[in-house]
């Protein structure tokens, strides 16, 4: 499967605990973006890279959340001290280009917060 | 006003409507536009792009009106698997290339 993979798919975790997710993009996409989706909303953006560099954080990402893309391939998320809040599908998209293009998403990390 | 609106349904037709959905964009700057599909529980999936001049992709066809600030898709002749959420997406104000989704509009098309 050559798609956008995010793992895991599912994760329970207890409210104050740490939790990190990974996503590996398609491979020569240079741009990575990290959103949430909560029911019944559309996603909402996180952050952003282009490569290694990270371009773009939402006002929404609190200093509890911090992503990473090292070599500019896969990127982590993590969330510290997660809050019942927090719960949410945590979705993945690449894209390739300099220009506007589409993004291909992943097929997320559901996260419960209990 | 928020950046991406639009009416979240659910649009009940039969198979073999036609139905129409619109969406507006808050950023007048705004120089990129998608339609996405999203099955229940499963990611958003590119529908189409939107151009200027409109474009057309079997049964499916968007436009964009700068001047209103709105884009619109049509589907025609309607299938049960067409029942899915719309999401409408624009490029941010924040320049960067990152994608404002609306929150979509469900469609549930019915024998």
């Known amino acids: 499967d050559t798609g956008v993979s995010q793992n895991p798919r599912h994760k329970i975790t207890k409210r104050g605990q740490n939790v990190t997710f990974r996503c590996d993009p398609i491979?020569?996409?240079?741009?990575l973006y990290w959103y949430r989706q909560t029911l019944g909303q559309g996603p909402e953006f996180l952050t952003y890279?282009?490569?290694?560099?990270?371009?773009?954080k939402s006002r929404l990402l609190s200093d509890r959340f911090s992503a990473e893309r090292p070599k500019g391939s896969f990127s982590t998320l993590e969330i510290q001290r997660t809050e019942q809040g927090d719960s949410a599908m945590y979705l993945c998209?690449?894209?390739?280009?300099?220009?506007?293009?589409?993004?291909?998403f992943g097929q997320g990390t559901r996260l419960t917060v209990v | 006003r928020k950046e991406v609106e639009q009416d979240p349904g659910p649009f009940n037709v039969p198979e073999g409507a036609t139905v129409a959905f619109n969406c507006t964009y808050s950023?007048?700057?705004?120089?990129?536009f998608f339609w996405y599909r999203q099955d229940c529980r499963k990611e958003p999936k590119l529908l189409m792009s939107?151009?200027?001049s409109g474009n057309e992709d079997g049964r499916f066809t968007a436009q964009l009106n700068r001047a209103s600030q709105y884009i619109s898709l049509l589907i025609r002749d309607s299938k049960l698997s067409d029942s899915a959420t719309y999401l409408c997406?624009?490029?941010?104000?924040?320049?960067?290339?990152?994608?404002?989704f609306g929150k979509g509009t469900m469609l549930l098309v019915s024998p």
């Open positions: 998209a690449s894209s390739l280009g300099q220009g506007f293009t589409e993004a291909f």
């Open positions: 491979s020569e996409h240079n741009r």
């Open positions: 890279f282009q490569n290694e560099a990270q371009l773009e």
């Open positions: 950023n007048s700057a705004s120089q990129s």
């Open positions: 939107v151009y200027s």
């Open positions: 997406v624009v490029n941010s104000n924040s320049g960067y290339s990152t994608l404002t």
